[in-house]
């Protein structure tokens, strides 16, 4: 651990800061059995089982940048677990334990009550322990969360395995948490359905892990369907054409955004999804879509991967699509 | 991967975060042949060997909070690793991977440079691999970095295993870096050995990994003696008696402390030393002194475990010493 180095913040920060280490010593991130020591030591020790790779992911969201600052702080503790899990999921990998680094200006005791109780209800649906953590005190709120995962050796979904002819899918709908946040910034109401879209994303983990063995790439749409995938096609060295018409909307999106300008753009590139977007070769296509069929999940083919680089994206009547407001630049590079 | 919201904020971040993320293309992060896909994926990939535990830490750090506004980029860099590496150090963990998370106001490139040479310098020295990061655009720079290490099933050094008669050590000399920033802060002049302890720490490894199988506990000291040995004895269930003449001090402290009201306090409640402290059975302490005299690492024995709770501190004419500047009440809270 590292300490502050003015002597009066120390102890005000000491006082203040063990209080809010007490949220974070639940029960629940002990749970595992392969913790063998969680917080309270100089590092978590922790027992990896014979087989298996680690997959490590960190990210960090900062109020007012990652998240509206009107988000409640369930919702803010629920989303920095939620976007690590989406991270994982594309890889097939199942979630283990995680760190958390949190910078706060001030100890908020029902912030912060609000905060562990929206990741600690995550971690216990998806088994994952918080295992250590650094608290600091900051000028702004800043979270970032580090989670480890398990995959069965050589069996992750990597970005670079799509090859030409595979067919493109994408699991759920696209575009809502995107519209959510430009009715909010605009000041309009925000339709439940799609604020909780943008305040809880579902990761799709199991999804992930049936993927295993079936998917030739994977990844998920945390910057927006066409940058996403453009990263996965650059990786694997192909491209790919997206059908407009098979982009799968929700019911709230096809009603909330017929009035843009552009009603495409948030489910082509707004961002925040945490869908996985991935490539199945077309022989096991109709099989992956029976077994996610039998789960319930829903999963879209938009799309087919082509030799030619880059993402384009049409019409039924062959037009190509260009998203408004220089978002295909943000796009085009990848 | 979470997105910043605003689409212009976005675009911007995206093109100066690509440089950045340049920065921390070295070859050396994929140096390791555990490292199965590092940056580049949804999640770094990573190979644990079989009969190893698994050490995870976590350290932020702040500008201005945690290392003076001054500090060299090339220094964040080194300490950003140095303060966790110590925390290995203190289990007898070998490092392995690291994981960056960096929030900056802007792409300034020459901090940049500096910055990921620091880092790269001290993780190349260590073999420690970058196998992903996060990089946002924030209002301060806060740099948050999670270093994993592996360490024989079983063999981790802990805090609590500590028992009354058990002799206490600690490597190097204390109060160097807390001493050079309180010059600093006084605007004196702060001489080059004093200045190179806080913005260079040496993190010992080296000794952590030979104390394995030896010390009966283990903590590294960053936020003052006195409170860090205070948290290993709360975790044993036990006391400690310091005896202040045995402190090692550096002649460059002797030099600069003397004209300090309390010229002990740097050493015993400075903070930032990064040395580790630790217990061993009497019967074995003479064995380890010459263990570590033959590597010419500095070691000293400073005390004993007592059942007594609590840790006291006594001149050699048996007076109890209690810090100036209510100090004590940092650490005997522990």
Not at 180 to 208: F, H, K, T
Not at 320 to 330: I, Q, S, T, V
């Amino acid at each position: 651990m590292d300490h502050p180095h003015n002597r009066e913040e120390r102890q005000a920060a000491a006082s203040e800061f063990d209080l809010i280490r007490r949220h974070f010593q639940h029960p629940e991130r002990s749970a595992r059995r392969d913790v063998v020591a969680g917080v309270g030591d100089d590092a978590a020790l922790l027992e990896p089982p014979p087989g298996m790779e680690l997959a490590a992911t960190v990210d960090t969201l900062l109020a007012g940048v990652h998240y509206p600052e009107s988000t409640a702080p369930e919702d803010v503790g629920y989303k920095a677990l939620a976007v690590n899990l989406s991270d994982l999921a594309a890889m097939g990998a199942a979630p283990a334990w995680a760190t958390l680094a949190l910078t706060l200006p001030a100890a908020d005791e029902a912030w912060l009550h609000g905060f562990s109780t929206g990741l600690f209800s995550l971690a216990g649906e998806y088994g994952v322990a918080l295992v250590g953590g650094d608290t600091t005190r900051g000028p702004m709120t800043a979270v970032t969360l580090q989670l480890l995962g398990l995959v069965p050796k050589g069996e992750a979904l990597r970005r670079g395995g799509a090859n030409a002819g595979d067919r493109i899918h994408v699991t759920g709908t696209l575009g809502d948490a995107a519209l959510a946040l430009r009715l909010l910034q605009e000041g309009a109401p925000v339709p439940a359905p799609l604020r909780r879209r943008l305040d809880r994303p579902e990761p799709r983990v199991a999804q992930g892990a049936a993927l295993r063995g079936v998917a030739s790439a994977c990844i998920d749409i945390s910057d927006g369907l066409l940058a996403d995938l453009g990263h996965l096609v650059e990786a694997s060295g192909v491209g790919a054409t997206v059908e407009l018409e098979r982009i799968p909307l929700s019911e709230s999106y096809r009603t909330h955004a017929a009035r843009l300008d552009d009603p495409h753009a948030p489910a082509l590139t707004g961002g925040d999804d945490y869908e996985l977007c991935f490539t199945v070769p077309p022989e096991r296509a109709a099989e992956l879509e029976r077994r996610f069929a039998r789960q319930g999940w829903p999963c879209h083919c938009i799309g087919v991967v082509e030799e030619r680089p880059g993402v384009r994206c049409r019409f039924a009547d062959g037009r190509e699509y260009h998203p408004a407001g220089g978002g295909y630049d943000h796009f085009s590079r990848c």
